[in-house]
């Protein structure tokens, strides 16, 4: 099994919040997985499939793309293996997260990292990410990363349910993580791969549930070092 994942000048540091979920389905699942490192720029020339995204999951000759697919593919595929959703009501509310996640976390985060994700990225990509991101924000690089204040702001503005929540429970799943925990934690791997950006106070309780989920799976996600 191969997941091709996201890279930039540090080979050994994938920073795609989509790869980091999948990346951590798989430990949940007690999967061994061979990581294949790329930079955006790679990621279409791939000829054995069409995707345009990562991460891509290669498995018994099939190539599985979209995160969510992904995480679908891995509970039908192992189902004798700790769940990832907890049923079928977990996995409809973990959909709806996905798709919540992204509008409410994704959206304000990208626009506070995008400077630093770019600073990161190995020389082939930059004209790549600076002309499609520029695009896509309406404004150059730089004048985002003016705003990045105001958008840090904005993003930890979204984190009460998060932080409510977790003052009474320790995985947005309850006793355990499940999916759910998943997807948020790739946001934060993201922002600690690429910035050195601290995004959370230690009296939060999304703090602590981040020290929790860094322990998880052999310390898995401690891979990511902390930028300076
Ligand atoms: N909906 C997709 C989104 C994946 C995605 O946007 N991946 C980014 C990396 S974080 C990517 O591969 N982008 C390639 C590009 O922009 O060229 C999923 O959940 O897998």
Known sequence: MKLYELVGKD?????????????????HKGLDVEMVP????????????QAKTVPILEHDGAYITDSWDIACYLE?????HPSLFG??????????????SFYNLIIPLFQTLVFDIFEGLDDKDRDYFRSSREARLGKSLEEAHQNQDQNLRLFQKQ?????????????????????VDYILYGLFQWAKGVSALSLLQ?????????????????GLGKVITVKS
């Open 11 to 27: 080979k050994t540091q994938g920073f795609s919040p989509y790869v980091w979920r999948i990346r951590m389905a798989l430990a």
């Open 38 to 49: 790329l930079i955006f720029t790679e990621i279409a020339k791939l000829e054995a499939c």
């Open 76 to 80: 039908d595929k192992f189902p004798g």
């Open 87 to 100: 049923g079928d009501a977990g996995k409809a509310y973990a959909n709806f997260f996905n798709f919540t």
């Open 159 to 179: 984190l009460w349910p998060y932080n409510t929540t977790l003052k009474t429970q320790d995985f947005l799943g309850g006793t355990h993580p499940t999916y």
């Open 202 to 218: 230690e009296t939060d309780p999304l703090y602590d549930w981040r020290t929790r989920m860094d322990e998880l799976h052999d």
